[in-house]
């Protein structure tokens, strides 16, 4: 509330929370990934008008994965942290999204990455 009042109750300097909960699904000619993904951090909106906005979110998460190929099948539990960017299109309570993800993938002994482009559609409650 302090800093509400110090930059005002609508400052775009003051992120949200953002709480995602999704499915990814990755294939390649060597490997099938997949399983839910759970993900919670900080959003900040930028408005361009009263329907268009820019967003940015950075978040710590959760994902089950799952793996088959020929050779090999296993499930495991990965700590995520993401990061995106995008254009969201806001109506009432309903919200369109198109934006950039980079995750980070924390294995028991490694670290990966990943990126790519999505879409989606979300509630505001």
Same mark, same amino acid.
């Given at each position: 509330n302090n800093l509400r009042s110090l930059y005002g109750n609508n400052s775009v300097l003051l992120p #949200?929370? /953002?709480i995602e909960f999704g499915y990814s699904?990755?294939?390649?000619s060597e490997l099938l990934l997949y399983g839910p993904h759970f993900i919670a951090g900080p959003l900040w909106i930028f408005p361009i008008n009263d329907m268009h906005n820019i967003i940015f979110h950075m978040g /710590?998460?959760?994902f089950k994965e799952y793996s088959d190929n020929d050779s090999f099948s296993?499930?495991?539990d990965?700590?995520?942290?993401?990061?995106y960017a995008g254009y969201r299109l806001q109506?009432?309570?309903?919200f369109f999204d198109?934006? #950039?993800? %980079?995750?980070?993938? %924390?294995?028991?002994?490694?670290?990966t990455s990943e990126y790519g482009i999505? #879409?989606?559609i979300g509630i505001r409650i």
């Amino acid at each position: 509330n302090n800093l509400r009042s110090l930059y005002g109750n609508n400052s775009v300097l003051l992120p #949200g929370i /953002a709480i995602e909960f999704g499915y990814s699904y990755h294939k390649d000619s060597e490997l099938l990934l997949y399983g839910p993904h759970f993900i919670a951090g900080p959003l900040w909106i930028f408005p361009i008008n009263d329907m268009h906005n820019i967003i940015f979110h950075m978040g /710590a998460g959760y994902f089950k994965e799952y793996s088959d190929n020929d050779s090999f099948s296993y499930d495991s539990d990965q700590f995520t942290m993401h990061f995106y960017a995008g254009y969201r299109l806001q109506f009432e309570n309903i919200f369109f999204d198109i934006k #950039g993800r %980079f995750i980070i993938i %924390f294995y028991d002994k490694d670290i990966t990455s990943e990126y790519g482009i999505e #879409g989606g559609i979300g509630i505001r409650i």
